[in-house]
């Protein structure tokens, strides 16, 4: 299985570990990301998971639709990365799916679970991050991760999708969807501007244009064609990709 750590467990001195989260997580050393306070929206309180929930769309024929096209149905075993409020594990789980939820944000959990609990299913959820995620079962035939790689800086997403790759069974699949920027970077500020200019809602319709400001200042969206290297040094051959919007895109991966 490949290991996304980069020193062995257990060093002394400036290496100590800190305690995992759950046990579902693996310790990491004191330089590792701090994961577990991520940048741009706030998301510290109940009525702020709510308002994400409502200001993302959720959907859950887009959902289906989705697992339709990675093939998801009774048996598979799906993991999804920063499963923010739930919406695709509860309807992987509604098909029959072994379905396990990750996200680092309690709150987002247990609006998860109560999603879980209206819709009559059980789904496993787990309080862990890109990087120190453990699986607990065993290898993913899917994992999936949507609107969260980009809380990474280049470095650290590298190491989340080699620990991607570790939890997934050969040949098994990884879709990822995010703000992913396929412009030219010497055309960066007229994309940039232009998204902004036109994705942002007023307050209390949506993510509005100061949270679209924020997420390029604070966070770390990069180039597709930095992604690109990313996947397949991981492990992965790239099998579909798409630049949906000069700002969005997808990949769908298989694990080598």
């Known amino acids: 299985m490949l290991r996304m750590l980069l020193l062995p467990l257990g060093l002394p001195g400036p290496y100590k570990q800190v305690m995992p989260r759950s046990d579902t997580t693996r310790p990491g050393p004191a330089w590792f990301f701090r994961e577990y306070e991520p940048a741009g929206v706030d998301l510290g309180s109940p009525a702020a998971v709510a308002a994400y929930d409502r200001n993302?769309?959720?959907d859950s024929d887009a959902d289906d639709a989705l697992l339709d096209r990675l093939g998801v149905v009774t048996g598979i075993r799906l993991?999804?990365?920063?499963c923010g409020t739930g919406s695709l594990v509860v309807q992987a789980a509604r098909r029959g799916a072994e379905a396990h939820g990750v996200d680092v944000s309690q709150e987002m959990l247990a609006f998860a679970?109560?999603?879980a609990e209206r819709a009559g299913v059980g789904a496993h959820w787990h309080q862990a991050g890109f990087l120190d995620y453990a699986h607990p079962a065993g290898p993913a035939d899917v994992v999936t991760t949507r609107s969260a790689l980009h809380q990474l800086p280049d470095f650290w997403k590298q190491q989340a999708l080699l620990n991607v790759a570790g939890m997934l069974r050969p040949g098994g699949t990884f879709y990822l969807w995010d703000v992913i920027f396929s412009f030219e970077p010497a055309d960066a500020?007229?994309?940039l501007q232009r998204w902004i200019d036109t994705a942002?809602?007023?307050d209390g319709r949506g993510f509005t244009r100061a949270d679209f400001e924020a997420h390029v200042r604070e966070e770390f969206s990069t180039y597709a064609w930095i992604l690109e290297g990313?996947?397949?040094r991981a492990g992965f051959d790239i099998v579909s990709d798409a630049s949906?919007?000069?700002?969005h895109g997808e990949f769908l991966c298989r694990r080598r």
């Open 113 to 115: 679970r109560a999603r």
């Open 244 to 247: 949906l919007t000069p700002t």
């Open 200 to 202: 942002g809602r007023p």
């Open 79 to 82: 993991v999804d990365l920063a």
């Open 56 to 58: 993302q769309g959720t």
């Open 230 to 232: 990313m996947l397949e």
């Open 189 to 191: 500020a007229e994309h």
